[in-house]
């Protein structure tokens, strides 16, 4: 089944081409250059930057994957969550082609897709098949979820974060020391360098037994910490300085999610664990989550390629590739909007 992919969730414009769970292209068209001097990403610029995007990103993809237009038996698109101005823009665009070319619509939900990201096979890779029951950890620059899933297409989402995202505290972080935006990767660069002790920072929701997230008092210690070292501005951070509190920041943030994985690890059962999104780059990370799945006999699996991490249109091609076996099409296409809180666990019906 040849599926031509689309998501415009947030800041990158995307189209794919997959065949079942083989990605045959994956154009990504980052518009980091055009948020970055803002410090954030500015929907409306997202918007008119997708629109202006869109239909060239799609050509480049099914130009890569040397598959005519014509070829395309099913349209796939990310429908939420995300900005919701930056979505219509692909699902408008998602609609337009389905009906055009008369094959059927499927509406991914984005954190489905990240999640599905590991099965995603790229060049020479075989087919992830991880055994059910599987934990899934999301991980993404506005999400950080637990996810139950007995299934394919049966999410239960057991834990969440109560305020900021861990890419969203790493992305706060890295503005704080002075690293651009978004600043994940290069604040995890600097902390490889850093001393991870250099400074103390409790550990969130440490005593709390369920299996949510919080990031945002780590943030504003950082801030605290950054303020005292640099007596309230008067001078910069040094290299050292920044590379320590980085490497410190990294620590207690990735300590939080071990923890409550752990803790889920504990509480349900599950043969295998899915990491999806963003931070799913974060080698610290890997190597930790690693260690945890070998302590409790779990097979563990991530997106093989940095690509499939971020926010890509791959990863919504092959989620639908699954929902299609589940026949989970769009009845009434032009009925389709997008819904920017979308909630994993709430399958769409229209
Ligand atoms: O999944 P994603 O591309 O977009 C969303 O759906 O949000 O995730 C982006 C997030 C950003 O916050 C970015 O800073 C973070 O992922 N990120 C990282 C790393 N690479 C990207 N965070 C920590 N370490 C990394 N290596
Ligand atoms: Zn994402």
């Not at 930056?86 to 939900?109: H, S």
């Not at 890419?167 to 991870?196: C, I, M």
């Not at 590379?243 to 409550?260: N, T």
Request: overall charge positive; glycine content about 6%.
């Amino acid at each position: 089944m040849i599926i031509l992919a689309i998501d415009t969730s947030c800041d990158d414009t995307s189209a794919a081409v997959v065949t079942d769970t083989v990605v045959l292209s994956n154009v990504i068209s980052s518009q980091t250059e055009l948020h970055n001097t803002w410090g954030g990403v500015v929907p409306i610029i997202a918007k008119r930057a997708h629109q202006e995007r869109i239909d060239a990103v799609i050509s480049k993809a099914l130009q890569l994957a040397k598959v005519p237009i014509q070829s395309i038996e099913v349209v796939a698109v990310t429908y939420g969550p995300g900005l919701a101005i930056a979505l219509e823009v692909g699902v408008k665009k998602g609609k337009e082609l389905a009906l055009q070319l008369r094959k059927p619509l499927i509406a991914v939900n984005h954190m489905e897709g990240h999640l599905y990201s590991v099965f995603a096979q790229t060049k020479g890779k075989k087919l992830a098949r991880p055994q059910f029951p599987v934990l899934a950890l999301l991980v993404s620059g506005k999400h950080t979820e637990l996810v139950l899933m007995k299934e394919h297409g049966k999410f239960e989402i057991l834990g969440a974060t109560l305020d900021d995202a861990v890419g969203e505290a790493f992305d706060k972080v890295a503005r704080l020391l002075g690293l651009g935006y978004p600043g994940g990767a290069v604040l995890s660069q600097y902390a490889k360098q850093g001393n991870l002790n250099a400074y103390s920072l409790t550990i969130p929701l440490h005593q709390r037994k369920d299996l949510d997230f919080s990031y945002s008092g780590i943030k504003t210690a950082m801030a605290r910490l950054v303020k005292q070292i640099t007596m309230n501005e008067e001078r910069s951070l040094t290299r050292k300085e920044i590379s320590d509190l980085a490497a410190s920041f990294q620590k207690v943030a990735i300590q939080h999610l071990l923890e409550r994985t752990k803790r889920a690890l504990q509480m349900v059962e599950v043969k295998s664990l899915i990491v999806g999104g963003g931070v799913s780059a974060n080698l610290h990370l890997r190597k930790e989550l690693r260690k945890l799945c070998r302590q409790h006999h779990v097979s563990i699996y991530f997106p093989s390629k940095k690509t499939l991490c971020m926010d890509n249109a791959a990863m919504i091609g092959v989620a639908a590739w699954y929902k299609a076996q589940r026949k989970e099409f769009v009845q009434d296409i032009s009925a389709l909007e997008r819904n920017p809180r979308a909630s994993i666990d709430v399958q769409i019906t229209m």
